[in-house]
């Protein structure tokens, strides 16, 4: 299935491609960035590989931090309405850390979640819902 996203203006489309029985889970990251881009506890991701991802419609500004781990991320965001569409972690290869909840088909929002990252930037009273890394190599 080509699954369907885009962000909260409309102005970028995008699609990712599964392998039907292929559906991998969600990955919670409580990294810093990650609040500071959303304003949120954590972000909800899905890693997927780059040749399966499309941007179908508009195109993304590209924005570069350093993360934890020394190594750059890429992260890319509609000029517009500054939705971040899904981010390139050098460290992860071949692969986009992609925020699954913008996905409009509900059942890939509502995958397992199968594990989670930085750990140690946890907020107190989030529950632990998945094996926790505390410090990845990936950031
Ligand atoms: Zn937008
Ligand atoms: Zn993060």
């Known amino acids: 299935m080509d699954a369907q996203a885009h962000c909260l203006c409309g102005e970028l489309q995008w699609t990712a491609h599964f392998s039907k029985g292929k559906m991998p889970g969600q990955v919670l990251c409580h990294c810093m960035p990650c ?23 508009g195109t993304p500004k590209v924005y570069t931090y350093t993360g934890e781990s020394g190594n750059p991320v890429d992260c890319f965001y509609c000029p517009n309405c500054t939705t971040h569409a899904y981010h390139h972690e050098k460290v992860l290869g071949d692969r986009y850390t992609m925020h699954s909840l913008l996905f409009e088909d509900d059942t890939l929002k509502h995958r397992p979640i199968e594990m989670e990252l930085f750990g140690k930037h946890r907020m107190p009273y989030q529950p632990e819902i998945a094996k926790t890394y505390e410090v990845t190599d990936n950031s």
């Open 35 to 57: 609040k500071m881009f959303g304003g949120g506890e954590y972000t909800v991701n899905m890693m997927v590989p780059k040749s399966d991802v499309k941007m179908t419609k």
